[in-house]
């Protein structure tokens, strides 16, 4: 019996030494913002804030590293005054597709037959929108400023943007390769 739980114990000591680097727990400290936006592709977070911006209001991070097969995604979310929600509307007028309404990542995608764009899942939901997690709510309008899948499809891709809802002053930018 002893040699039993013994061996449990090391097992189980083992089993979670092995596995707590192989599927890190998201990052949500706002703090971190910095640090994790340099662990991702330059590329893909040029649009992204060096810093939380200094007039930003309740802001919500979120940061995946991504392992294995698990997408690596990274999120910021700021209320801004509606000064700098118009400023920053008016020079995305280059995105490569803009979506009025809410939706799931890839909700936009399988209506949008011409362009067939993915954006993202609602990482940075706070509690009381009372909304699904993974859908964004209806007034946000999604810009998509780039979007790649490879030469097979979307098996394997990246998608960068800015979510923004000029209802509640929400800015949210997202980058996420998959």
């Known amino acids: ?28 400290n706002v703090r971190k913002y910095k640090r994790c936006k340099r662990q991702m592709p330059r590329s893909l977070v040029t649009h992204f804030p060096n810093s939380v911006p200094e007039s930003a209001t309740d802001p919500v991070f979120y940061y995946a590293p991504g392992m294995l097969q698990a997408s ?6 700021v209320y801004l005054p509606e000064r700098e ?5 008016e020079s995305l007028e280059d995105a490569v597709a803009v979506y009025e309404g809410g939706g799931r ?15 993202t899942a609602y990482r940075t ?5 009372g909304v699904d997690a993974l ?4 007034h946000f309008t999604m810009y998509v ?8 499809g979307w098996n394997h891709g990246t998608t960068t ?3 923004i809802s000029t209802e509640t002053n929400d800015v949210i930018y997202w980058a996420e390769a998959w």
């Open 85 to 89: 929600i118009l400023e920053l509307t």
């Open 145 to 152: 400023l780039s979007a790649k899948g490879r030469q097979s």
């Open 125 to 129: 939901a706070r509690k009381s929108d």
């Open 135 to 138: 859908g964004f709510p209806e």
């Open 105 to 119: 990542m890839f909700d936009h995608y399988n209506e949008d037959q011409d362009n067939n764009l993915p954006t």
């Open 1 to 28: 019996m002893l040699h039993r739980r013994l061996l449990l114990k090391i097992a189980s000591v083992l089993f979670g030494g092995c596995m707590s680097p192989m599927f890190p727990e998201p990052v949500t």
């Open 72 to 77: 690596t995604i990274l999120q910021l979310r």
């Open 161 to 163: 943007g800015i979510g």
